[in-house]
């Protein structure tokens, strides 16, 4: 069937408004989760003035850990901040434009592989998709939806080029270009050269050996590999490691060894399965132990292993039956891999804004068996009737779910309220909602939660101090000692704030220890101001404590002289 332009446009059109529809209402919401700590709390986002040196900085400031690199994305911050003066409006605004040009750019990506009427049916469901919401209604998913964006449009200029022949040098350019830009919104973005050599192998039409149009593609793909070198070495001089991110607490805590973090995810894979096909449940944390943490093989991982071994198998079965089933596959294993865990430890485990882009390569696969259902539909009207029926209730719950999950981003309150009701066995729903009301001046039900957390995962060092804290502000340090030291066992990097350690040694009358401690916090980079009265305070307690000790002893002298 040909399409005209019109048509096309019209099509285009309705993708646009479906992710309108669906992405519309976050408009009103604030800053929350990461926004707060990358854009209210950092003055970099605050101003314009040396936008330049993004380049040679991290994503968090040196007061959140120094971590990432994504100058892109951080200059769009300033530039949303600098229109709106502040507000979180121009943010997601910024988010909702990018989302429905990156919807109808899946259209025109898609049309490249299926026929018309499938690569809408891709489209659409892709511009109504639930699991989207964490990244369009967070103001900090600007870099999940441009990365997106570019890559998509990078792919669709490849295929559409192969379409008519060798991909020209100004195609390979704009490619370039845009796989450069791509990188520098987010680290995920490399993955784009894999993409294009498995396209070249299993979708471009092309009577030539696979050796031979490989061969023809080892130039552009060795200035691409330039562009990831030069993005990769302005990456690591601005933050340290492989990753780039601290990994994990969890990984770090219970020490997994690369084998363990492995069957870890393994074990989680199905979440990445749900959130793909049928995102009914989201989340803003999955963490142990709703995701368990392996130590070794274990039943646990074998639906994960199952569901894996399923998905490559069926995508070497489709390699020549049904290549674009076996490319949408494709696509999801290479875009998910650098945020898998799979390779190289990251800052999270699983999270559902790192499904933004191997969504794509869901829906390219999924709608890559209509044009095998209509052909056997074909002869029955009312057939193809309940599947128009059944992709209008499709498209109905996904937007229908998209607009209620895009209000609970509406404000910190909101969110970590309802992550402890999405997910009660994630101990980091529980520990975020405790600190904020910490924060907000209700300590007794947020040290509740904190308890909670600390019942639910033991091994995150900031929860038992946190947990601490909120014992020795009632006066009970007895158990506190206890939590503190546990929380600086687990991370001796926290020893610096070891003062409140002293101080609850010192209540409870070890005053020894105490001085001790708070030595032992000096050296570990406490205050020296807070250090100092903490001293004193320790001092002055057992000054009382040997005046009082001289003046029993005379007491008692004088009651033995004759």
């Known amino acids: 069937m040909t399409v005209t332009r019109n048509q096309w446009w019209l099509a285009a059109a309705i993708v646009a408004a479906l992710a309108f529809a669906a992405s519309a209402n976050s408009i009103v919401n604030g800053f929350v989760y990461d926004d707060v700590y990358t854009i209210i709390r950092d003055p970099r986002?605050?101003?314009?003035?040396?936008?330049?040196?993004?380049?040679?900085?991290?994503?968090?400031?040196?007061?959140?850990?120094?971590?990432?690199?994504?100058?892109?994305?951080?200059?769009?911050?300033?530039?949303?901040w600098a229109v709106g003066d502040g507000s979180p409006m121009p943010f997601h605004a910024m988010n909702i434009v990018l989302h429905l040009a990156g919807s109808v750019a899946v259209l025109?990506?898609?049309?490249?592989?299926?026929?018309?009427?499938?690569?809408?049916?891709?489209?659409?469901?892709?511009?109504v998709h639930p699991v989207h919401t964490e990244a369009?209604?967070?103001?900090?998913?600007?870099?999940?939806?441009?990365?997106?964006?570019?890559?998509?449009?990078?792919?669709?200029?490849?295929?559409?080029?192969?379409?008519?022949?060798?991909?020209?040098?100004?195609?390979?350019?704009?490619?370039?270009?845009?796989?450069?830009?791509?990188c520098f919104f987010k680290e995920h973005a490399i993955v784009l050269p894999a993409v294009l050599i498995f396209a070249e192998l299993l979708v471009v039409p092309d009577r030539l050996p696979g050796r031979?149009?490989?061969?023809?593609?080892?130039?552009?793909?060795?200035?691409?590999?330039v562009v990831a070198v030069a993005f990769l070495w302005a990456r690591t001089s601005a933050v340290r490691g492989v990753?780039?991110?601290?990994?994990?607490?969890?990984?770090?805590?219970?020490?997994?060894?690369?084998?363990?973090?492995?069957?870890?995810?393994?074990?989680?894979?199905?979440?990445?399965?749900?959130?793909?096909?049928?995102?009914q449940r989201l989340m803003t944390e999955y963490a142990p132990p709703y995701i368990d943490m392996a130590e070794g093989?274990?039943?646990?991982?074998?639906?994960?292993?199952?569901?894996?071994?399923?998905?490559?198998?069926?995508?070497?079965?489709?390699?020549?039956?049904?290549?674009?089933?076996?490319?949408?596959?494709?696509?999801?294993?290479?875009?998910?891999?650098?945020?898998?865990?799979?390779?190289?430890?990251?800052?999270?485990i699983v999270a559902e804004r790192t499904l933004m882009l191997p969504s794509v390569g869901a829906m390219i696969a999924i709608a890559s068996a209509v044009p095998w259902l209509y052909a056997r539909l074909e002869p029955h009207r009312a057939t193809r009737i309940a599947g128009a029926a059944a992709v209008v209730v499709l498209l109905a719950l996904g937007m229908g779910r998209s607009i209620a999950r895009n209000r609970v981003w509406?404000?910190?309150?909101?969110?970590l309220h309802r992550g402890v009701l999405d997910s009660p066995r994630s101990y980091r729903t529980h520990w975020l909602?405790?600190?904020?009301?910490?924060?907000?001046?209700?300590?007794?039900?947020?040290?509740?939660?904190?308890?909670?957390?600390?019942?639910?995962?033991?091994?995150?060092?900031?929860?038992?101090?946190?947990v601490a804290d909120g014992l020795r502000e009632r006066g009970n340090c007895g158990p506190a000692v206890e939590l503190y030291r546990w929380a600086f066992e687990l991370s001796p990097a926290l020893r610096r704030y070891q003062l409140a350690l002293s101080i609850c040694l010192a209540y409870t009358g070890r005053l020894d220890e105490a001085k001790s401690v708070a030595l032992d916090a000096l050296r570990y980079g406490a205050k020296y101001s807070q250090a100092v009265d903490v001293l004193r305070a320790i001092d002055a307690q057992q000054d009382s404590l040997r005046a009082r000790g001289s003046r029993e002893d005379s007491a008692e002298l004088a009651g033995r002289t004759p």
């Open 45 to 80: 986002a605050h101003t314009l003035a040396g936008w330049w040196t993004e380049f040679t900085g991290t994503y968090w400031s040196a007061r959140w850990g120094s971590d990432g690199y994504r100058p892109m994305t951080r200059i769009l911050f300033r530039l949303a």
């Open 108 to 127: 025109w990506l898609a049309s490249a592989l299926l026929p018309f009427a499938a690569a809408w049916i891709a489209a659409a469901l892709y511009a």
């Open 136 to 182: 369009i209604a967070n103001a900090v998913g600007v870099s999940e939806l441009s990365v997106l964006l570019l890559i998509v449009l990078a792919a669709g200029l490849y295929l559409h080029g192969r379409q008519r022949g060798p991909v020209t040098p100004r195609r390979w350019l704009a490619i370039g270009t845009l796989y450069a830009f791509a």
């Open 212 to 225: 031979d149009r490989l061969n023809t593609l080892r130039l552009p793909i060795l200035l691409l590999t």
């Open 243 to 279: 990753s780039g991110f601290v990994p994990a607490i969890p990984f770090q805590t219970l020490n997994l060894t690369s084998g363990n973090r492995f069957l870890t995810m393994i074990g989680a894979a199905p979440e990445w399965f749900r959130l793909l096909l049928w995102p």
């Open 297 to 348: 093989p274990s039943l646990i991982q074998l639906p994960g292993a199952l569901l894996l071994i399923g998905t490559l198998g069926l995508a070497i079965a489709c390699w020549r039956r049904s290549p674009v089933t076996s490319f949408g596959i494709v696509w999801i294993v290479l875009t998910l891999l650098p945020v898998s865990n799979l390779l190289i430890p990251s800052g999270v």
């Open 410 to 415: 509406v404000d910190n309150e909101t969110l």
């Open 433 to 466: 909602l405790g600190y904020y009301l910490k924060t907000t001046n209700r300590s007794e039900e947020g040290l509740r939660h904190l308890e909670q957390a600390f019942r639910l995962f033991p091994y995150d060092p900031v929860i038992p101090y946190l």
